[in-house]
């Protein structure tokens, strides 16, 4: 018997995880891949800020009042603390099912529709449920292999079903969906306002010293004031903008999914079985609600895995025929981020592929073609 | 006897886990053998009931597999309690509108520390789960999986078949209900 020295490394789920995510912080942070254009948007917030204080809110605050970088900096803070909440946090990423799950959705769904003959391409795997009068569709992920709940979404770009899925965003480096939505569009608020605030002061700013030394001076004293004015002028459009379509969206309790995709408009389509009818009631609902927890569950250990070796099947061998059935005090979701492939039983796997139709990963475009 | 080391094998707490294997004598045994004593015959899924919109809801619909296995009434009112529970937690009132104005006005630092409204009754729920494997599912050779762990997307009853009495190994790896021919589950694991 050789002795073989093993080096025992903790294993966390997220690292297993499928989908096109990025972890951090030992799977506390979660992003999407692409994340440039987040940075960016630090960039901007971080670089006009500090060019803010640095500058016009020392003279302004002789001038006028020590209250305007007070202010400034709570709302600051506060923007800067909702975008990172808004890009670390899970958004309501439903994990896929798991082989035992997807067999006997496929199962269900056989039995419904009945065997298709070879060549014809099997009829489309959708649900109808009655919502509070209403009927809405439930449609079938091939990728995650479940029917997706109500208001969810796949997203291509992380790959993963969203709950009361948004828009992916990349200005926050994340999908939005139904546990970041409100830090979201609380991020929106208070950058618009943020912005509003800094171009005021800053236009106040240059008015004020251009009257003690002229216009010309006051810029080139401080030339930061010209890229500050620019960079909030052009946000300005853009983000108040944004903020004002979702507070629209808030107030009527849609998605911008359903938005674009036309869920709940036009005379042949139901009601938003969702609103409550009042908008204060919505409003509070969606920013003030209660917020479910993540299920992701990033930072459940795995068994632990030998030096070398794959954590693969936690069973050992000679014992239970059922591959995908161990019993022993492992966590639950062992199974979970094993690629499908190794964890379907054989005699299930041709039935699970064969009937894998075309991948339809949604977006809002795509699936406006397929709604409609 | 069994089935309860089932049960401590598929919670996530590995002391109450032991406390069985300790009632049973179980010291000398080890893993495979306790797992030769009781296999997974089949899994059960109860699936979301949609019908009051995204709530929480499971379907009280008593599935046809465990027809032989378990009261009727029993499934249902466990379910049934499961969607209060659900609807306890995703409850909007005055109280969940307090705790979501508190968390905006701190920026949502004090989530760091202070747990939500949602986390307790999940914990609850969770203590509910093990509560009835221990006294309900379990001695019926049932288990129940919590639906956190599950995305909350199903209720996953794993139905199992004591292979100490009938000394053969079940078949049984189809989802099909009654699949099994060993005829080694019908006893019950006592």
Known sequence: MSVMVVRKKVTRKWEKLPGRNTFCCDGRVMMARQKGIFYLTLFLILGTCTLFFAFECRYLAVQLSPAIPVFAAVLFLFSMATLLRTSFSDPGVIPRALPDEAAFIEMEIEATNGTVPQGQRPPPRIKNFQINNQIVKLKYCYTCKIFRPPRASHCSICDNCVERFDHHCPWVGNCVGKRNYRYFYLFILSLSLLTIYVFTFNIVYVALKSLKIGFLETLKETPGTVLEVLICFFTLWSVVGLTGFHTFLVALNQTTNEDIKGSWTGKNRVQNPYSHGNILKNCCEVLCGPLPPSVLDRRGILPLEESGTRPSSTQEPGSSPFPQSPVVPTEPLSSNELPLKARVPEEMQSSVLTQQGPESPETPQEASEADK | ?190
């Not at chain 2, 109450?16 to 004593?37: C, D, M, P, V």
């Not at chain 2, 109280?95 to 609850?124: P, R």
């Open chain 2, 1 to 190: 006897m069994c089935f309860p080391c089932l049960l401590g094998s598929e919670s996530k707490n590995y002391l109450h886990w032991f406390y069985f294997l300790g009632k049973l004598g179980a010291q000398g045994h080890n893993l495979q053998e306790l797992r030769r004593s009781a296999s997974l015959a089949t899994k059960v899924f109860v699936q979301r009931d949609y019908s009051d919109g995204t709530i929480c809801q499971f379907q009280t619909k008593f599935p046809p597999e465990l027809d032989s296995r378990i009261e009727r009434q029993l499934f249902e009112e466990t379910v049934k309690t499961l969607n209060n529970f659900y609807a306890e937690a995703e409850k909007i009132g005055g109280s969940s509108y307090l705790e979501g104005c508190l968390a905006c006005a701190t920026a949502y630092f004090i989530f760091l520390c202070m747990e939500t409204h949602y986390e307790k009754v999940l914990k609850k729920i969770s203590r509910y789960i093990q509560e009835q494997n221990e006294k309900i599912f379990a001695p019926r050779g049932l288990l129940l999986t919590d639906p956190v762990e599950r995305g909350m997307r199903v209720i996953e009853i794993s139905i199992y078949e004591d292979r100490c009495s009938s000394g053969s190994a079940s078949s049984g790896s189809s989802s099909s209900s009654g699949s099994s021919s060993g005829g080694g589950g019908g006893a019950g694991g006592r």
